[in-house]
């Protein structure tokens, strides 16, 4: 399975929520990939499950195959691991 | 020295100073960027413009602000700058006032991923903006990061 961190410009807030939704399927044992992506890359992308990415940017990820979710804090495990977990369980 | 520290170049770190907004703010970050000899002067009006165009998700925890932009010609280094703040800004988000803006520009979308860990580590303890603001001086700034 295939996760797309996304942030405007695919180096920053995507990495750091790649990275953090990384440890949380470690702790969850859930088996996925996590990529970091800007909004055109994610966009033309059709080969992802879950599109992870922050409240602003929801809206430009409409329209897409992809599971859209925001996560509010990008430090907040326990939030990121509540969304995944409802959205892979 | 770690990844991190090594990241703030020479003139990357500006304490107490004094934004009127976001922008300001951002631009005084992007000062430090340009100083440390990472980025072109337009690499700021690059930060600024996405956030206008695409909102503050660069603040990505309570009081820290993260604005970057994508790799182009106007980035010469990978790199860092911080600027803490006299007075809090607003940056529309929800993870306002913002107190300590740390800036990052990124040659391509590799090699700074093992920089963007050590500052992940860093940044994920909910006392680290309060600890940047009680260090008074550069050198104190600097072990912190260490």
Request: hydrophobic residues 45%.
């Amino acid at each position: 399975m295939k996760i797309i961190a996304v942030c405007g410009a695919g180096i920053g807030t995507s990495v750091l929520l790649k990275m953090n939704a990384e440890k949380v399927l470690r702790s969850l044992n859930l088996d996925a990939t996590v990529e970091a992506a800007d909004l055109e890359t994610a966009r033309a992308s059709r080969d992802a499950q879950i599109l992870l990415t922050t409240p602003e940017l929801v809206e430009k990820l409409q329209g897409l195959p992809s599971e859209v979710i925001a996560i509010e804090h990008v430090f907040d495990l326990g939030e990121i691991g509540d969304k995944l977990s409802a959205a892979l369980l | 020295m770690s990844l991190l520290e090594k990241a703030f170049g020479k003139g990357s770190i500006l304490l107490n100073q004094t934004a009127a907004d976001w922008q300001q703010a951002v631009r005084l970050a992007g000062r430090g960027l340009e100083a440390s000899g990472c980025t072109t002067t337009q690499y700021a009006d690059a930060m600024i413009a996405t956030i206008l165009e695409l909102g503050p998700y660069s603040v990505i925890a309570p009081g820290l602000a993260m604005p970057h932009a994508r790799p182009d010609e106007s980035v010469l280094h990978t790199g860092m700058s911080l600027v803490t703040l006299a007075k809090p800004v607003d940056f529309g988000s929800t993870n306002d006032p913002v107190r300590v803006v740390f800036a990052l520009a990124a040659r391509d979308h590799d090699k700074h991923l093992e920089l963007l860990s050590e500052f992940a580590g860093k940044a994920s303890d909910p006392d680290f903006v309060n600890s940047l603001l009680s260090c008074p001086t550069e050198a104190q700034i600097r072990t912190l990061i260490h």
